[in-house]
């Protein structure tokens, strides 16, 4: 899925996002912004599209979002505006160079964005870079099933990518190759199992020699 694509495809979703797909996933979102909000800290919130996690976090948080749409972005800062969230800052940003310093963030999270941006690996790998050493990556999201009739259905909405602006058979082991993440938790969530909550840990940095 190529960058022009992507933001074409979010251009047309967003004036109907909150009440379509934004619908499908609140079960996963609201999950994992109640995790979110045991942890504290900073949280940076990639892929942050219309706002819809950003009232559910606690105010606890230093929270920033970041999302290359500017149709999708001017629609959280709406949000951000009208109810008041003095702890969110929104800003565009593309996530394969996140324009934050090393080990910044106590967690990253990106909600069902990793299946929709251009080079996936890439973003992950940043999300990692961001995170502090024993910090946490959030990640919600669809992945491919290997049977059954949501595979299927997958593999036949696959050549549908660029206008829908999403992955449908996007592989969960494109985000598990990031050197210094290991699985802390993994959990599916309807609608039919069909979304992932998954907890990517990083790894401590080394003591260092004297």
Request: charged share 20%; hydrophobic share 45%; aromatic share 8%.
């Given at each position: 899925m190529n960058?022009?694509?992507v933001e074409s495809a979010y251009a047309r979703w967003a004036p109907i996002y909150d009440r379509t797909f934004g619908k499908i996933t609140s079960v996963g979102r609201r999950r994992a912004s109640d995790y979110i909000?045991?942890?504290?800290?900073r949280l940076l919130e990639v892929?942050?599209?219309?706002?819809?996690a950003l009232p559910y976090y606690s105010p606890?948080?230093?929270?920033?979002?970041?999302d290359y749409s500017a149709e999708m972005l001017a629609k959280a800062q709406a949000r951000v505006d009208g109810l008041g969230l003095g702890h969110v800052e929104l800003n565009r940003m593309d996530a394969r160079a996140l324009d934050y310093p090393d080990n910044h963030f106590d967690t990253v999270a990106a909600m069902h964005i990793v299946s929709v941006v251009p080079e996936p690996e890439k973003?992950?790998?940043?999300?990692?870079r961001v995170c502090k050493p024993g910090g946490?990556?959030?990640i919600v999201n669809h992945f491919a099933r290997d049977k059954g009739a949501l595979a299927m259905l997958e593999r036949l909405a696959a050549p549908l990518e660029n206008m829908l602006g999403w992955h449908s058979d996007f592989p969960m082991e494109r985000v598990l190759g990031v050197?210094?993440?290991?699985?802390?938790a993994e959990e599916q969530f309807p609608p039919l199992g069909m979304m992932t909550f998954l907890v990517?840990?990083?790894e401590m940095a080394p003591p260092r020699l004297s």
């Amino acid at each position: 899925m190529n960058p022009q694509a992507v933001e074409s495809a979010y251009a047309r979703w967003a004036p109907i996002y909150d009440r379509t797909f934004g619908k499908i996933t609140s079960v996963g979102r609201r999950r994992a912004s109640d995790y979110i909000n045991g942890r504290g800290g900073r949280l940076l919130e990639v892929g942050v599209g219309t706002g819809l996690a950003l009232p559910y976090y606690s105010p606890r948080l230093s929270v920033t979002g970041v999302d290359y749409s500017a149709e999708m972005l001017a629609k959280a800062q709406a949000r951000v505006d009208g109810l008041g969230l003095g702890h969110v800052e929104l800003n565009r940003m593309d996530a394969r160079a996140l324009d934050y310093p090393d080990n910044h963030f106590d967690t990253v999270a990106a909600m069902h964005i990793v299946s929709v941006v251009p080079e996936p690996e890439k973003v992950v790998a940043e999300m990692a870079r961001v995170c502090k050493p024993g910090g946490e990556v959030v990640i919600v999201n669809h992945f491919a099933r290997d049977k059954g009739a949501l595979a299927m259905l997958e593999r036949l909405a696959a050549p549908l990518e660029n206008m829908l602006g999403w992955h449908s058979d996007f592989p969960m082991e494109r985000v598990l190759g990031v050197p210094g993440l290991s699985i802390a938790a993994e959990e599916q969530f309807p609608p039919l199992g069909m979304m992932t909550f998954l907890v990517l840990r990083k790894e401590m940095a080394p003591p260092r020699l004297s």
